[in-house]
């Protein structure tokens, strides 16, 4: 057995601490050889899934997820080492309420032990250890931890590992700690990054032979020294570029800059636009030209953990030819937290594409809320939902009788967005979900592949439902473009192409009215509801106490909607859709106590060798 690591001549545990680890040694010696003989990962499951945590890159995280076990193996990289590093799990990104994993030592021996904290941040020792640690290895890049742990553990300290975006959570230990306990969260180096933990397990479809490729790259642009940077930047197709089918992109990340590229998307300029002025620059920038405001259709997006993005081999999303625009706008979300100066930058991304169309054009399809201030948000609320619908009027009229197939989603709300979902239902029953986040963040927005292909049918119904948070608000938050208005919006990308391009809601503008009106004889307050007043200055007279909040939740569940459905014109008053049936929510398998680690904290060798 190699001897226990020494980082410094620091004083050892309390007698009680050095009495449990005592009675609890045999056992933890036989799971470190038990780990070291079984090794890391299976050798066929490789961990394919890299992520920096930390601005620096001095923690980079590696992953790969096993759906038959339902579990993640973990591997945590550890540069330039100190005294340890605490790694989790949080709702938001927060370290209270987090599950944790921390690596630590007092002076004379390192542990490894399965954690959490409470609301105060202060961090205790889980009795139920859940990470289960299988290698601890020196590397010529620094330390790696190799941890595995399962998607649900029935623990209600455990943070449930689901579909969606995850917030992890690092620290960086600058000290020895007597204990696990003695570790003050508060005092130390954290840091947040969000990720989609369970990759969708797809197949990667080979590229045809005659595939071409086109970079899309900011042109070595030095990356502002400031924390968040939107940087736009216009390429133009070459001229007489004819129709082709993008197959697959994926990102280009400068070397170095891995930790700063937050998220990229190239969006195609309106087909109207036969030319746009070339510009390099902050997307907030006084001199981008007004025209780069028309260039919202999304081609490509990606952001941290993801990988390369493949159309189904059926399908491919056009562009080029008559009828589409030759410009195209790369932004990048530079986030330099810590002011880093003088990094210059090329990256962006690169799309194969082929002259050979594919049986299919991808669509891609606006679902959600109709851009408009009488879907709102009362002030100081913690979870309030607004839904939109594309009801089955809307797809018995616009979706082939084959229907349209699914393959991939982006989520998008703005700041207060805290979760969105989007179930398919037919006959009345909610059938199944098409995409989920319990965990969204407006930080975090990529195009996922779904897991499994979703087929919609004409007289489906698709709804979409957003929650929010405005605690942090004074004022009732409406919907509209602005950063501080709201969205509700899932574009979801599918095929074959139709002509339906958003099937979306909002409650009837005259049973809104009625709302304003009501409150006002109710409250005997001074609401205005005169024709002058815009809705969003009415929402601004609202007092907003329970009775008015309940009203406008009540409104907004049963009142009639305005739909838009672009195959038509917009259909007034109509009733919202019946669900006689919904999902039931799916129940965690919780693992065996033979997969578990020991009860108390392991004990670790960090040495020069393998450990």
């Known amino acids: 057995m190699p001897a226990l690591s020494r980082w410094a001549s620091l004083p050892g545990p ?95 021996t390192a542990y490894f032990a399965d954690a959490w904290s409470d609301q105060k941040g202060q961090i205790h020792l889980d009795p139920q250890q859940d990470y289960q640690l299988l290698q601890v290895q020196r590397t010529p890049e620094g330390l790696t931890l190799l941890f595995k742990r399962p998607f649900g553990t029935c623990d209600p300290k455990d943070y449930l590992i689901e579909d969606g975006t995850v917030h992890l959570v690092y620290g960086i230990l600058e000290e020895p700690f007597r204990s696990l306990e003695a570790i003050n969260g508060s005092g130390l180096q954290m840091g947040l990054q969000r990720v989609q933990l369970l990759k969708p397990n797809i197949p990667e479809p080979e590229l045809p032979s005659d595939a071409c490729t086109m970079e899309v790259q900011a042109p070595n642009i030095q990356i502002p020294s400031q924390e968040t940077t939107y940087w736009c930047y216009i390429k133009e197709l070459p001229k007489g570029f004819s129709r082709h089918h993008i197959i697959k992109y994926e990102p280009i990340v400068t070397k170095g800059n891995e930790a700063l590229v937050h998220h990229m998307e190239v969006f195609q300029c309106a087909p109207e636009m036969d030319s746009v002025p070339h510009f390099s620059g902050p997307c907030d920038s006084k001199m981008k030209p007004d025209r780069l405001n028309y260039c919202r259709h999304v081609l490509a997006a990606w952001a941290l953990g993801a990988k390369a993005f493949y159309y189904p081999e059926e399908a491919g999303l056009a562009f080029g030819g008559p009828g589409s625009s030759r410009y195209l706008r790369l932004e990048v979300h530079y986030h330099n937290p810590l002011v880093i100066e003088g990094r210059n930058d090329s990256s962006g991304i690169r799309l194969y594409y082929t002259a050979k169309l594919r049986r299919f054009n991808a669509g891609i399809m606006e679902l959600g809320l109709v851009y408009t201030p009488v879907m709102a948000i009362p002030p100081r609320e913690t979870a309030f939902i607004l839904t939109g619908y594309c009801t089955d009027k809307c797809t018995q009229l616009a979706l082939p009788p084959s229907g349209i197939h699914i393959f991939a989603s982006q989520l998008h709300t703005h700041l207060t967005g805290r979760k969105v979902v989007t179930v398919l239902v037919r006959d009345g029953r909610e059938w199944e979900i098409v995409n989920q986040d319990n965990h969204y963040s407006p930080h975090f927005q990529e195009i996922r592949m779904l897991k499994k292909v979703v087929s919609v049918h004409p007289g489906d119904v698709l709804i979409t439902s957003c929650t929010y948070n405005t605690e942090d608000r004074e004022l009732a938050t409406v919907g509209g473009f602005g950063i501080l208005e709201e969205m509700c919006v899932n574009y979801v990308h599918y095929y074959p192409q139709t002509q339906l391009e958003l099937c979306k809601s909002a409650v009837d503008a005259g049973f809104l009215q009625k709302y304003f009106h009501l409150i006002n004889r109710f409250n005997n307050e001074d609401v205005c509801t005169c024709p002058q007043a815009s809705v969003s200055q009415q929402f601004t007279s609202v007092p907003w106490n329970s009775f008015n909040r309940d009203v406008l939740k009540a409104l907004y569940s049963f009142a009639p909607i305005s739909m838009h459905c672009n195959k038509s014109s917009a259909v007034r008053f109509q009733p919202l859709p019946k669900v006689i049936s919904t999902l039931e929510e799916p129940t965690p398998q919780c693992p065996t106590s033979q997969g578990r680690s020991p009860a108390g904290p392991t004990v670790v060798s960090i040495g020069g060798g393998k450990g």
Do not use: C
């Open 14 to 108: 309390s007698m009680r601490e050095a009495a449990f680890m005592y009675s609890t040694a045999v056992a933890i010696f036989l799971v470190i050889l038990v780990a070291a003989l079984q090794g890391s990962a299976p050798r066929e499951s490789p961990l394919p899934y890299h992520i920096p945590l930390d601005p620096e890159g001095s923690l980079e995280l590696s992953w790969n997820v096993s759906y038959t076990q339902e579990a993640i193996h973990f591997q945590l990289l550890v540069r330039r080492l100190k005294a340890g590093v605490l790694f989790g799990m949080s709702d938001r990104g927060e370290l209270e309420n987090a599950d944790l994993v921390v690596l630590w030592t007092d002076g004379d």
